[in-house]
């Protein structure tokens, strides 16, 4: 049955140059629903207008439409009565918790449904579990790591038992199989009907593919396509115009069997259909830099409480010129370590040596100049009126000269494709500008090395792609780059070596191609290679890091 049914629905927001939807129209029933497109083509306004938020809450010059739930119209619905039936966790999850634990958190939507203490408990015991945060009950909320936050967010709307449930990029920050899991268990709770719908945006088109039965995509504000989950994937042109990113299986087979859609979905049904190879070429062997190191850890411990130990004993060299993914779990330590490097936070013990200089006493001031280092969430770095005031902040501070900081902005801005936004106030652009930003406030300053912490979440697979070439043209200028991700196909494409962290330590350290060969030990450390990594290893017995690498090295046998 209709759960969601989305009526020619209009919304320009106050003070908006153009509307950001024109006329939707949508019927949500019982499948899981996707909606797909690049950034700013209306997925959000959708979501927000299907969980009644949009016209309910915030300002707009003009609203046209309706949406009913349940066939009731959700205009004028209060916010108590909309939430009983329907919950969202936003793309900038943050925002959404507002309690000081993670047990408050949780509990605080079941209490406002004067829920049973015992079915209070037992929905937060639940929640928790499914959310992977069991153990974490007590924990302050900002105490946690990011996609710790972001799995909160996640739990404290579970907990609510909704009709509808809307995942508006909710598993960003997700390490890989921490994604998959979220998924499950929101399917898990359709099969046993404690949800009715779902919907979700998601830039990761294989997760879509795997959980979505139908898909919706978006464009400037309109609906451009509606159809079953194949045959949408199915269309990899439009999916590449639009700048996102479709599923390896699905780039493979639109390249060696063109003709035969809808393409296959999974790893299974891609092996299955697959022609005969003849000949697979061996992938260069990997080679490891041996240059002169830029950092230099030894022995480093650190603790956020007493004896609670997050690093433990953890030595590493990065090498002048690397592009390094440090990969791991959500709350592995991957923040907290590079927060040390960058000399954000001291450690108890153990040195941090930059460019042969012993830094361990100095903090990120006198670093600064050497390490750059990019927050996961850019809320924290921002905070300036104006876009172009938050990019030189640093330039000012460091006494340049006004011609050379106009230049250096100017420069940076176009390189990021900000330069149109600024003299706007950061705070009222999407996440994707914020993060952009963030990352133009860093590259200005043109230090040494480099430390991006997760800086494609958010950011839709094209933006990402133009964000990592400046990134590589960096490091070809001699920058050295430590990326933090948890999009394996980021750290396939860009990164020479990968570091996987667990628990506070190293427990893997090499060539990309080296690293990426074992996927069963990643996978038990929650790393779940690009499907095109599994595909070549079962299919040629080697390691193709990307779809391209896979199509130029493996011959098939016609006929
Ligand atoms: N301010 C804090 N106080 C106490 N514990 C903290 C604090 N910040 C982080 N932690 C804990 O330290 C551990 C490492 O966190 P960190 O943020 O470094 O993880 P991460 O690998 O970056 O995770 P994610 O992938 O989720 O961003 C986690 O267990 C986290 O809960
Ligand atoms: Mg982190």
Redesign the pocket.
């Given at each position: 049955m209709t759960r969601v049914e989305v009526k020619n629905v209009w919304v320009k927001y106050r003070g908006a140059r153009d509307y950001a939807l024109k006329g939707v129209d949508l019927e949500v029933g019982e499948g899981v629903v996707a909606v797909i497109g690049p950034t700013g083509a209306g997925k959000t306004t959708l979501c927000k207008a299907m969980a009644g938020i949009i016209p309910n809450m915030g300002a707009y010059d003009d609203f046209k439409g309706d949406v009913l739930v349940d066939g009731v119209s959700t205009k004028g619905m209060k916010v108590g009565e909309i939430s009983k039936k329907i919950a969202m966790v936003f793309q900038d999850y943050e925002s959404q918790l507002f309690r000081t634990t993670v047990e408050l958190e949780v509990a605080f939507g079941p209490e406002n449904l004067m829920l049973q203490r015992e079915e209070i408990e037992e929905r937060c015991k639940k929640s928790l579990k499914a959310a992977g945060l069991e153990g974490l009950e007590k924990?302050y909320s900002?105490?946690?790591?990011?996609?710790?936050k972001q799995r909160l967010a996640i739990a404290s709307l579970l907990s609510l038992q909704p009709t509808l449930l809307v995942l508006d990029e909710a598993t960003s920050?997700l390490?890989p199989a921490g994604k998959r899991e979220i998924y499950e268990v929101a399917k898990g709770l359709m099969e046993r009907e404690v949800i009715k719908s779902l919907v979700l945006v998601d830039h990761h088109l294989e997760k879509v593919a795997a959980f979505a039965d139908t898909v919706v995509v978006m464009k400037d504000g309109r609906i451009i396509k509606t159809g079953d989950v194949e045959e949408v994937m199915s269309e990899v042109d439009l999916l590449k115009n639009l700048g996102l990113h479709p599923p390896d299986t699905v780039e493979v087979f639109g390249h060696i069997t063109p003709s035969e859609k809808p393409y296959p979905l999974s790893l299974d049904e891609a092996l299955s259909r697959m022609p005969k190879v003849a000949r697979a070429n061996p992938p260069p062997s990997p080679k490891l830099n041996s240059g002169e190191p830029a950092i230099m850890l030894e022995d480093i411990w650190f603790s956020?409480?007493k004896d609670d130990w997050?690093i433990k004993g953890l030595g590493l060299v990065v090498r002048k010129g690397e592009i390094m993914g440090l990969i791991?779990q959500?709350?592995?330590?991957?923040?907290?370590l590079a927060q040390l490097i960058a000399g954000i936070l001291k450690p108890a013990r153990g040195k941090v040596v930059v460019f042969g200089r012993d830094m361990t006493r100095y903090g990120v001031m006198i670093r600064g100049k050497e390490i750059g280092y990019i927050f996961?969430n850019p809320d924290y770095q921002i905070f300036s009126n104006t876009v172009r005031e938050e990019v030189s902040y640093g330039l000012k501070a460091a006494g340049l000269p006004p011609h050379e900081i106009d230049a250096r902005v100017k420069q940076v801005s176009e390189t990021l494709g900000i330069s149109n936004l600024l003299e706007e106030d950061p705070f009222f652009l999407n996440k994707a500008d914020r993060q952009r930003i963030a990352v133009a406030s860093i590259l200005v300053l043109n230090p040494k090395v480099i430390i991006l912490d997760?800086p494609t979440t958010g950011l839709s697979p094209g933006e990402t792609t133009a964000l990592m070439n400046t990134v590589v043209e960096l490091n070809k200028q001699g920058t050295t780059i430590i990326t933090i991700t948890?999009d394996m196909w980021v750290v396939a494409r860009y990164c020479d070596r990968v570091v996987l962290?667990a628990d506070g330590k190293i427990i893997l350290d090499g060539p990309t191609r080296q690293v990426f060969s074992d996927h069963e030990f990643l996978e038990r450390y929650d790393i779940e290679v690009p499907t095109v990594v599994k595909l070549s290893r079962q299919l040629a017995g080697h390691t193709y890091l990307t779809v391209d690498e896979f199509l130029q090295n493996v011959e098939f046998q016609t006929g």
């Open positions: 924990r900002f105490a946690l790591s990011g996609g710790q920050d390490d956020y409480q997050i791991g959500n709350g592995s330590g991957k923040t907290t996961q997760e948890h962290m």
